[in-house]
């Protein structure tokens, strides 16, 4: 089976320079693709790279990932002193030692304990470099949410053989009713034809006109035909390597146009309640079609 559902969950893990990197994948339904991606402050400049990894594994679908980062930046952090800031407390401790005859003993320990003399500050990283660890940990991620989609998949498209099968058998059930429908038909027209006539003596070739009427109102074989046909297609559908979701929606729309078609042409409780149990079929179906890829 190779139909994909568009609901799965994927969590990715990658080290490097002493930071670990998470990247966490969240699919629902959805009738495009639309992609959320929360990335860290100042890792902005990859969410190309990111989008890119993504579209070429997902078809449709919301998708909501979020990349975090942990661990140790300290080789990206660096102290800055401000020279200038600092001559100016010198100088203003210096002024206040001379005015109050104290001693200068402005030290250097001491004029760094004041604010904004010493800055840690924090390089931006280059994003050729973070780019690994974050891909493989995409990646993983990816990888993972795509397994449980596959398998959600596949789950669905046995459900969806199975009532495929069974409409299948409804519509044999229909078309063996056929017949037997056209020759208890044929047999009331005789007779209310001959309880109107009386005793005049039937046309042999007027009846067979209207019993050639009465046929073609209730002949069904071209939707038959085109239900049988519409089955196969479903079918190749379900096993495609494609993303066939939005084909497999709109033929089940086929079937639905179909069935209504047959069930107005023919007036029969029996077929009547057969086209119930189809049409309650393509309803189950449909259900499970919305979340298909």
């Not at 009331?188 to 005793?199: F, Q």
């Not at 559908?237 to 209504?260: C, H, P, W, Y």
Request: proline share 2%; glycine share 4%.
């Amino acid at each position: 089976m190779a139909s994909k559902s568009m609901t799965g969950f994927g969590r990715g893990e990658a080290e490097a320079k002493g930071r670990r990197w998470t990247v966490e994948i969240r699919c629902v339904n959805h009738r495009y693709l639309d992609l959320k991606i929360k990335l860290p402050k100042g890792y902005a400049g990859l969410e190309e790279k990111v989008r890119k990894c993504l579209t070429a594994v997902l078809v449709r679908g919301r998708v909501d990932v979020t990349l975090s980062v942990s661990g140790d930046f300290s080789d990206l952090q660096e102290i800055e002193a401000n020279h200038s800031l600092a001559r100016t407390y010198r100088d203003a401790l210096t002024k206040l030692a001379a005015k109050l005859d104290l001693p200068d003993d402005v030290s250097l320990l001491r004029l760094a304990s004041y604010p904004d003399v010493l800055v840690l500050n924090q390089r931006a990283e280059e994003l050729d470099e973070v780019w690994p660890p974050m891909e493989e940990a995409l990646l993983e991620a990816l990888g993972t949410c795509d397994q449980m989609r596959s398998e959600e998949g596949d789950a669905m498209s046995v459900d969806l053989q199975e009532r495929l099968s069974l409409f299948a058998e409804v519509i044999t059930k229909i078309e063996g009713r056929i017949p037997e429908l056209l020759q208890e038909r044929e047999a009331k027209l005789k007779e209310r034809l001959e309880k109107l006539l009386g005793n005049v003596q039937l046309d042999p070739q007027r009846l067979a006109q209207e019993v050639a009427i009465l046929s073609d109102k209730t002949d069904v074989t071209e939707e038959i035909v085109r239900l049988t046909s519409h089955i196969n297609q479903f079918r190749a559908f379900l096993e495609s390597e494609e993303a066939t979701g939005r084909k497999i929606d709109f033929l089940l729309q086929e079937f639905l146009r179909e069935v209504n078609t047959m069930a107005s042409k023919i007036n029969d409780a029996d077929i009547a309640h057969l086209t119930v149990d189809l049409k309650a079929e393509l309803e189950k179906m449909r259900e499970q079609v919305q979340n298909i890829e």
